[in-house]
Structure formats: structure tokens, C-alpha cells
């Protein structure tokens, strides 16, 4: 099946600091991909949509300046999380849709802000 | 508004015990459905496409199954290694975005 990375799989940072996400598809080509976000037993939460060559698609009530999303070729979108505090601790999931068959998903990173 | 949910929310099922998890949706025109299992502290692992009513797929010990209104995921047999969230989610023609259901909770005990 579609294979879609993620690194860092782990990153612990201090309040204030800015975080880089990459989300890579490695076998296909996604003009789109999306960035979810997910507390502990709780489903997915769509956070925005990265678009090759354009603007991300933000979900409201996702500050845009805070996570900021670079869709640079057609295999790698990053999400930024800028100035970053506790209340960002999460696990942050991409993923790419090939064609119309499915979502594939990345491993997903936990970031922890101390 | 395309609309997702899944039942039960947690099923604890002894090895063996075979079982249905339920996820009804509304969309406007629906353009796929679909079902993965995640694993804690994993992304979602794609199980299954199903385009029309009518449509079945197998894998393993699981088979989903798709009617206009709902899908249902049949577990034969489970083992404890099935244990994990089944997410079912859903795509209209109209957008680019698939909306998923809050999960299922499945844990098999030996």
C-alpha cells in the first residue's frame, strides 16, 4: 500500500520555541494532505488542508499564524507549530489521499512542550 | 453537512466471540467510505474502500459491508492482536475533505 512518513516521530521542546513537522508521501504524489491533531482517546480533529503550490485550507478555530503549513513539492508538506506552548502537546497525524482509494496515513509525531 | 457516527463507542469481546462494529453516516452523495484501525500512539492503518450499497470486503477475519445509510464491520473469530480503535470516515463528491466517526474502542481479551 501508499507509504506516507512523518519525522519526528518524538520532540520534546521549551515554551517559546518553534517546531517543524514533515510529512512526506513516498510513493505517490499528493497535491493535497491533511493535518490532523489527536488528544488521548479521541478521534482525529482536522486542523487544516495543505495544498501543493497554494495556501492551506485552515479549520476554524485553527490559528493559522501559530501552525504554519509549507506544501513546497507534491511529496512533502511541513507543519511549523510556532511560539509553542504546553497546551500545544499533542500527537499531530498527516496524511495524503491517493486517488480516490484512501487516506493514507503518516506515524504521527507527540510533541511534548515543557 | 456530512456526518459520521459509530457504535458501540468501547466493545470488550472474549477471544473468539465474533462481533459487529456499526458506523452510520449521512453525506450528499456519498464518494467513498472508509474504515482503518489505529493503534495507541499510531497513525490509522487503511482497512477498507467501499464505493456503493451492496458492496462487500474482506480482509483476514474482518468484512465490511455498506448499505445507503450505514456500514457495519464483522469480526470472525477475534484474537487479541485485533484489538485496537476502528475509525470509519466518509467522503461526498463535492469536497476534497473526509469527515471520520469518533471510533470504536475493541479490545479482545484472551
Known amino acids: 500500500g501508499a507509504v506516507v512518513s512523518q519525522h519526528p516521530s518524538r520532540v520534546i521542546c521549551k515554551s517559546g520555541t518553534s517546531v517543524k513537522i514533515e510529512c512526506r508521501s513516498l510513493?505517490?504524489?499528493?497535491?493535497?494532505m491533511f493535518w490532523y491533531r489527536q488528544f488521548p482517546k479521541q478521534s482525529l480533529m482536522l486542523m487544516a488542508t495543505s495544498n501543493e503550490g497554494s495556501k492551506a485550507t485552515y479549520e476554524q478555530g485553527v490559528e493559522k499564524d501559530k501552525f504554519l503549513i509549507n506544501h513546497a513539492s507534491l511529496t512533502l508538506s511541513t507543519l511549523t507549530v510556532t511560539s509553542a506552548h504546553p497546551e500545544d502537546s499533542s500527537f499531530y497525524i498527516c496524511?495524503?489521499?491517493?486517488?480516490?482509494?484512501?487516506?493514507?496515513f503518516g506515524p504521527g509525531t507527540r510533541l511534548t512542550v515543557t | 453537512e456530512d456526518q459520521v457516527t459509530q457504535s458501540p463507542e468501547a466493545l470488550r469481546l472474549q477471544e473468539g466471540e465474533s462481533s459487529s462494529l456499526n458506523c452510520s453516516y449521512t453525506?450528499?452523495?456519498?464518494?467513498?467510505l472508509f474504515w482503518y484501525r489505529q493503534d495507541p500512539g499510531k497513525g490509522p492503518e487503511f482497512l477498507f474502500t467501499?464505493?456503493?450499497a451492496g458492496e462487500e470486503k474482506e480482509k483476514e477475519r474482518l468484512k465490511a459491508t455498506l448499505t445507503k445509510k450505514e456500514s457495519f464491520l464483522h469480526i470472525t473469530a477475534p484474537k487479541p492482536e485485533d484489538s485496537a480503535t476502528y475509525l470509519c470516515a466518509v467522503r461526498d463528491n463535492y469536497g476534497q475533505n473526509f469527515v471520520f466517526g469518533p471510533g470504536t474502542r475493541l479490545s479482545v481479551l484472551p
Open positions: 467501499l464505493y456503493s
Open positions: 453525506v450528499s452523495g456519498l464518494r467513498g
Open positions: 496524511s495524503a489521499p491517493l486517488l480516490d482509494r484512501a487516506l493514507y
Open positions: 510513493d505517490f504524489q499528493a497535491t493535497t
